[in-house]
């Protein structure tokens, strides 16, 4: 009796342990195709967002991952849709509770040009900026602001409008970046600097580069010991490029350089 009562200690002991083992490992919750993240909808919550390049869609997902919108993206002939959208939110490009966000999209032929647009979830159009690499929305005590960042790359000039907009600024907008750093010399002929924020790097961080196709070419790990990463010549050919600089929370900030 007394064995028996052992062997069903043990036993309860070992599902208690197998059970706890269980519970605190990391798991798989699902898988999208492209690129993912997250926006915290002033009305609807949480959503996750992916950006499908190659079908020009922008697909809007519930909690569950199951499919709440997808959104047609216009890119004009002979451009290209550059691998990340911004600014994903309700009531703040408008106020009919639509969701809005910006894309852009860029073309080399016969020399780099960018263009982008703010839509709604019907892909009316808001707004477009020519020549602009990307628009950040920010909140100025109160007010909500979207800042364009436009390159001449036949001048090495920028230059940046700002954008007065209707509607209020929601905290939980994914991807504008804490800090927003550009990349230097852009057009690069010899060596690019990529800044980042030091501060935000407390547990490390990366910055990938991808060519125009989305294939990652580098990837650098970072941390609070610099505030950028230099890219030196010939480490990367002729062409368009983006970047993705992340930390242990997620994506930080994301943009474009050409190299000549």
Same mark, same amino acid.
């Given at each position: 009796?007394?064995?028996?009562?052992i062997?069903?200690?043990?036993?309860?002991?070992?599902?208690?342990?197998?059970?706890?083992?269980?519970?605190?490992?990391?798991?798989?919750?699902?898988?999208?195709? =492209?690129?993912?993240?997250?926006?915290?909808?002033?009305?609807?919550?949480?959503?996750?967002?992916?950006?499908?390049?190659?079908?020009?869609?922008?697909?809007?997902?519930?909690?569950?991952?199951?499919?709440?919108?997808?959104?047609?993206?216009?890119?004009?002939?002979?451009?290209?849709?550059?691998?990340?959208?911004?600014?994903?939110?309700?009531?703040?490009?408008?106020l009919?509770?639509?969701?809005?966000?910006?894309?852009?999209?860029?073309?080399?032929?016969?020399?780099?040009?960018?263009?982008?647009?703010?839509?709604?979830?019907?892909?009316?159009?808001?707004?477009?900026?020519?020549?602009?690499?990307?628009?950040?929305?920010?909140?100025?005590?109160?007010?909500?602001?979207?800042?364009?960042?436009?390159?001449?790359?036949?001048?090495?000039?920028?230059?940046?409008?700002?954008?007065?907009? *209707?509607?209020?600024?929601?905290?939980?907008?994914?991807g504008?970046?804490?800090?927003?750093?550009l *990349?230097?010399?852009?057009?690069a002929?010899?060596?690019?600097?990529? *800044?980042?924020?030091?501060?935000?790097?407390?547990?490390?961080?990366?910055?990938r580069v991808?060519?125009?196709? =989305?294939?990652?070419?580098?990837?650098?790990?970072?941390?609070?010991?610099?505030?950028?990463?230099?890219?030196? *010549?010939?480490?990367?050919?002729? =062409?368009?490029?983006?970047?993705?600089?992340l930390?242990?929370?997620?994506?930080?900030?994301?943009?474009?350089?050409?190299?000549?």
């Amino acid at each position: 009796m007394k064995r028996l009562l052992i062997n069903a200690i043990a036993f309860i002991m070992l599902m208690m342990a197998i059970s706890v083992y269980t519970c605190g490992q990391i798991t798989l919750d699902h898988t999208y195709t =492209g690129w993912a993240s997250v926006a915290d909808l002033s009305v609807s919550g949480y959503k996750y967002h992916v950006l499908d390049t190659q079908a020009k869609t922008l697909k809007l997902y519930n909690a569950d991952h199951s499919l709440w919108k997808t959104v047609n993206l216009s890119v004009p002939a002979g451009y290209t849709l550059m691998t990340a959208v911004y600014n994903v939110s309700e009531n703040l490009f408008s106020l009919d509770g639509k969701v809005g966000f910006s894309y852009s999209y860029y073309t080399t032929t016969p020399d780099y040009q960018a263009e982008t647009k703010v839509i709604n979830e019907n892909g009316t159009v808001l707004l477009t900026i020519a020549g602009a690499n990307y628009a950040y929305a920010y909140d100025m005590d109160g007010e909500s602001k979207l800042l364009a960042y436009i390159i001449n790359y036949s001048t090495s000039t920028y230059t940046t409008k700002v954008y007065d907009l *209707p509607g209020d600024f929601a905290t939980g907008i994914a991807g504008i970046p804490q800090e927003q750093l550009l *990349p230097y010399p852009n057009p690069a002929t010899q060596a690019i600097t990529i *800044p980042y924020s030091a501060n935000e790097m407390t547990y490390g961080g990366e910055i990938r580069v991808f060519n125009s196709g =989305g294939q990652l070419m580098k990837s650098f790990q970072v941390d609070q010991s610099f505030d950028h990463i230099i890219i030196q *010549p010939g480490m990367l050919s002729s =062409g368009v490029y983006h970047y993705k600089i992340l930390n242990s929370t997620g994506e930080l900030d994301a943009g474009s350089f050409v190299v000549k």
